[in-house]
Every structure is written in C-alpha cells, then in structure tokens.
C-alpha cells in the first residue's frame, strides 16, 4: 500500500503582497514625467534658477565692468574675439555672458515677485467675490472686466507712465495687468466649491467665514492657480522685458534682458551679438515656464490625465 504524500502547505512568504497605489507625489510625478516637453522645461527653469542664484561665482566679471580695448568684441568663436568674452561684448566694453547671467536673477526676480504679488492680491478679492456675493461680487468682477478689456502692455505702460519709470513700478505695473486673471479664476472656483457637501458640513458645525475661505475652500482651488502662477511668471518675465526695451522698466545700467535689447538697438546691423544673446534668454526662458505649465495643468487636472 502507498502512503500518501502529506499536503503541501503555502510558506507565508510565498504569498504575493498586495501592490500599495502610488502615493499623491509619486501619481503627480508619473503624470508630469510622461509629458517630456514639461520635465525639458523644468530642467531649464532649474538651471536659470541655479544660474540666478550663484550669478556672482559663474558670472566671469563684473556686469558693470567696462574695457575700452573691447567695444563691441565679437564672440569667442568669431574673427577677432577672445576666450576671456566668450559671448562677446557691448558697446562700451561690457561681458555679454556676465550680464546675461545677472540678469537672469533679476529676470526671474521680477517674474516671481509679480506674480506672487498677483496671486495673493487675486486670491483676497475672488474669495472675497465668491462668499460674499451681491453688490460686493458685481464691483469686484466689472473691475477686473474693465482691465481685461484693455490691451496688456498698453496699460502696463499708462501705469508706469503715471507712477513713474523705474524697475519697482514697472512690477507693479505688470501686477495689475495679471491680476484678473487670477480673481476671475479664484471666484470659479469658489463658486463651484461652495455647494459641495463639505463645504455645508463644516458650516453646520459651526465653522466661520475665514475658516470656509483659507481651510476648506481655498485647498481645494490651489491646483488651478499653481497652473496659472507659472505660465503667468513667463508673461510677466515677458511684459517686464517689453517695458524695459521701451525705457519704462529697469533703468540702466541694471543687466535686465529687456534693458539690454534697447541698449544695443543701434548696433543690430554691425554686432548681431549684443541683440541676438538677450533675446534668446527671454526666449528660452519664457518657451520653459509655459512648457512646464503644461505640464502641471496635465498632471493637476484629473480630467486630463491618461
């Protein structure tokens, strides 16, 4: 007679462990990541970041240091240039690359202190907008119809042209012109929160307006604005330049890149150099703040992504 082989047991490890989902940074990061124009653009917003912030140790000179043996040297590359300017210099002997890479802290300066100052002034008022309703809500929103009938920069300019030139009131300048933007946006959202159910919970459990407003509601309209914020951070980098190129902005002779486009208007037919370098900064910069914008409304909106 043949026994019969005992039944083989499972070994507790050999059962498969259940897959933990992915936690909410690591699902943002799979949907931002899947969008290669978006991570091209934060390296670069990263690396302008990185230029801005240690621009004394990588700048080769000073922005203001002038040489009369090198006006209007070409770059390294050309005829005639020398590898102590590699991109070259300006009219009255200054380096091109040290005064790209100061005016990229100053750049990005302007365009994040603009925009921070316009998110925090357009969340006040589309809060305000959205919970108070009425009379308070029809001011608030003709206003921002008003500004948004009038051609950006054309206003950017009344602004300054009123205040004054100058660096501090051309931001302010062009914080006003991006500000209806973000209470149009804030007030969307706070409309379409309010009626929710969570919303009515914590009201019946006693909850007061500024608990509504900063703890409950404006959490949940966070994502919108992030988008917003930084595609508004490459036109405000934009406007900036543009009043700068007109005289309105930064004064010389800070290295901002629009300032330094109006410097060397004179020279474009001689010293392709001096025009073709700043504008390609503005180019690069403001091209990798939108592609990463994409890239956050894509990875932000649970209706966009795959």
């Not at 899947?34 to 091209?40: C, K, L, P, Q, Y």
């Not at 621009?55 to 922005?63: Q, V």
């Not at 012109?177 to 019946?204: G, M, N, W």
Request: net charge neutral; hydrophobic share 55%; proline share 7%.
């Amino acid at each position: 007679m043949v026994e019969s082989s005992p039944p083989m047991r499972a070994s507790a490890g050999s059962a498969v462990a259940p897959t933990a989902p992915p936690g909410p940074l690591r699902e943002f990061w799979i949907s931002f990541s899947a969008n290669r124009g978006a991570v091209i653009g934060m390296a670069i917003v990263l690396t302008l970041l990185l230029v801005a912030l240690f621009a004394p140790w990588l700048a080769p000179h000073l922005p203001d240091q002038t040489n009369s043996a090198a006006f209007l040297k070409p770059p390294a590359w050309q005829e005639g240039g020398s590898l102590k300017y590699l991109l070259g210099t300006d009219a009255i002997g200054r380096d091109i690359l040290s005064r790209l890479i100061h005016g990229a802290r100053l750049s990005l300066s302007i365009g994040l202190g603009v925009v921070a100052l316009s998110v925090v002034v357009g969340i006040a008022l589309g809060l305000v907008a959205g919970f108070a309703r009425g009379i308070v809500e029809i001011a608030i929103m003709r206003l921002m119809d008003i500004v948004l009938t009038l051609p950006s920069l054309l206003l950017a300019i009344v602004i300054v042209a009123i205040l004054g030139p100058g660096l501090i009131n051309a931001m302010l300048a062009v914080a006003v012109v991006l500000l209806p933007h973000y209470v149009r946006l804030t007030r969307a959202s706070v409309v379409a929160e309010v009626s929710k159910d969570y919303v009515t919970a914590a009201r019946i459990s006693g909850a007061g307006t500024a608990r509504l407003m900063f703890s409950e509601v404006l959490p949940n309209c966070a994502a919108p604005l992030i988008v917003q914020a930084s595609l508004g951070i490459s036109t405000a980098i934009l406007d900036a330049a543009a009043l700068g190129f007109l005289g309105l902005g930064a004064q010389p002779p800070s290295p901002e890149w629009g300032t330094m486009l109006a410097d060397a208007r004179e020279f474009v037919l001689r010293a392709w150099w001096v025009v073709t370098f700043p504008g390609l900064m503005i180019l690069v910069a403001v091209l990798a703040f939108n592609l990463m914008g994409d890239g956050l409304r894509d990875a932000l909106d649970p209706k966009l992504k795959k």
